[in-house]
């Protein structure tokens, strides 16, 4: 491992301890990884952060869960969404605070991205029937997460890289910083003691087919392949007969291993289409 390599993995090992990742976000995840921890614990810790606890009322209302504004207290959403989606809800929000803070207009709308490829993740969980629709909501969620983790760090340096196209910036990121933003989010992902498959979701969501050749033995998780998919449409403006259904050099294994076709695809985005509009409250 590089030097530069090394010094990043330990930076973002670190970055927890960091004064600019609010202390809340730790409190939240030592009362989640907790067996014995209550909900009551856990509304305890959230009611002190109003982002936090607006973003985990606001997800519990969204058009995924389907309860239009039906929700108003943290103890219910947390019933809704789990322990562990709160983990993750409040680790995104809390990055993505930290990263929003540079006000660019790629920088703000990176939030709507992730959201709408949790959207996307989701309703293709739902087409194939494969993976359960919070655990792809999640995955899809943080698949970015190594961006606002990047920038973090580095701060400005990053900014001025980020406005290259996704293969382009995963070359200049590695380069640069020692590790592209995938690597880097699955480090932090798995500091963080998400599930392994949300870890390599976030690691392979460019490239889908590197984790199916690390699969040797058993079924590769379909949620690798939903992600990088969900995000695919998203990022190609919902043009699925487009080079979103070609970008992998091994798109059919992915497509098999998703369980979905390009007649699925096209309905996902037409839906993510059709529901953008009232995802507006979520991420403003």
Request: aromatic share 8%.
């Amino acid at each position: 491992m590089s030097t530069k390599r090394e010094e990043l993995l330990s930076r973002i090992y670190e970055i927890i301890k960091i004064s600019t990742i609010p202390s809340i976000l730790k409190k939240i995840i030592e009362v989640t990884e907790d067996s014995n921890s209550s909900v009551c614990e856990l509304e305890r810790v959230i009611e002190h952060d109003q982002s936090i606890a607006a973003r985990v009322v606001g997800i519990s209302n969204s058009v995924y869960y389907g309860f239009p504004r039906k929700i108003n207290s943290i103890s219910q959403a947390i019933l809704v969404l789990g322990f562990e989606m709160v983990k993750g809800l409040a680790i995104s929000t809390a990055v993505f605070d930290v990263f929003d803070k540079g006000k660019r207009p790629d920088i703000v709308s990176l939030w709507r991205h992730s959201f709408e490829v949790a959207m996307g993740s989701v309703l293709l969980a739902e087409k194939s029937g494969g993976v359960a629709k919070d655990s792809a909501f999640l995955a899809g969620l943080l698949h970015d997460i190594g961006r606002p983790i990047l920038y973090q760090i580095f701060g400005r340096q990053y900014l001025d890289v980020i406005g290259c196209d996704a293969m382009g910036l995963l070359s200049i990121e590695e380069e640069t910083f020692g590790a592209a933003h995938p690597e880097a989010g699955s480090w932090f992902a798995d500091r963080c003691k998400l599930p392994e498959s949300c870890v390599n979701s976030i690691r392979f969501h460019h490239n889908p087919e590197l984790y199916l050749s690390t699969v040797k033995t058993g079924k590769p998780s379909p949620l690798v392949p939903m992600v990088y998919l969900a995000d695919l449409i998203i990022s190609e403006g919902n043009d699925c007969s487009g080079k979103c259904t070609i970008i992998s050099p091994r798109h059919s294994d992915i497509m098999k291993a998703a369980c979905v076709d390009n007649m699925v695809l096209h309905e996902v985005a037409e839906t993510v289409k059709k529901m953008s509009a009232q995802l507006d409250g979520y991420f403003n």
